[in-house]
């Protein structure tokens, strides 16, 4: 009963450094998103998939990538982390017009 | 002005009591809406979709009024276990597909 699998739960980088967030979904759904959640901000989208091979930016993509090589994946890069990213990062997936379900979140901290 | 706006209290009530939370939303195309619930360091998770027609769940009801550009959820009944953080949500399609916006949120406490 795994619904949406994020890896790793909790991360400490330096600033610099570079790494990948790994979103896993079982339920087949078509559309992906990766959301970033910082203190008295509300969740905002950085980017999303609404299928395997196509991604488009969200609110607030600078300094991430992402890819869709699978369906059932989304990974979200960081290629040169910075103070300003350190956030909990979610990802849901949905069908085209339902609610979205979400992982339980990866912590992020950049030194 | 915000997408979605919701007062982010807290509210403190005691158990047992009725309290409700609104949510204000601009954009008047918005097709779909959505309350979430999100508990204290955990990931949002559904508590119920808004129809127009209003919606109960259990002690869970939520209204939409679309002429005014608000939605509602009143619970009844507090329980200690309701303390959380209550995300109102709207949907508008766009042409890259199923936008959701999320509100701040609306943080309860209820207290013995």
């Known amino acids: 009963n795994a619904g949406v699998t994020q890896t790793p739960k909790f991360r400490v980088l330096k600033t610099g450094q570079s790494m990948t967030l790994l979103c896993a979904q079982d339920m087949n759904h078509e559309y992906m998103y990766w959301y970033r959640q910082d203190p008295g901000m509300g969740l905002r989208l950085i980017h999303y998939s609404v299928g395997e091979g196509t991604t488009a930016k969200g609110e607030v993509p600078d300094g991430y990538n992402v890819s869709r090589l699978k369906k059932q994946n989304f990974l979200l890069g960081l290629e040169s982390a910075a103070p300003s990213q350190t956030s909990v990062y979610f990802c849901?997936?949905?069908?085209?017009?339902?609610?979205?379900?979400f992982g339980d979140g990866t912590r992020l901290s950049i030194l | 002005r915000k997408e979605v706006e919701q007062d982010p209290g807290p509210f403190n009530v005691p158990e047992g009591a009725t309290v409700a939370f609104n949510c204000t939303y601009s954009?008047?195309?918005?097709?779909?809406f959505f309350w979430y619930r999100q508990d204290c360091r955990k990931e949002p998770k559904l508590l119920m979709s808004v129809y127009s027609s209003g919606n109960e769940d259990g002690r869970f009801t939520a209204q939409l009024n679309r002429a005014s550009q608000y939605i509602s959820l009143l619970i009844r009944d507090s329980k200690l276990s309701d303390s959380a953080t209550y995300l109102c949500v709207v949907n508008g399609i766009t042409g890259g597909g199923n936008k959701l916006t999320f509100g701040t949120g609306t943080q309860l406490k209820v207290e013995l």
């Open positions: 849901a997936s949905s069908y085209s017009a339902g609610p979205q379900h």
């Open positions: 954009n008047s195309a918005s097709q779909s």
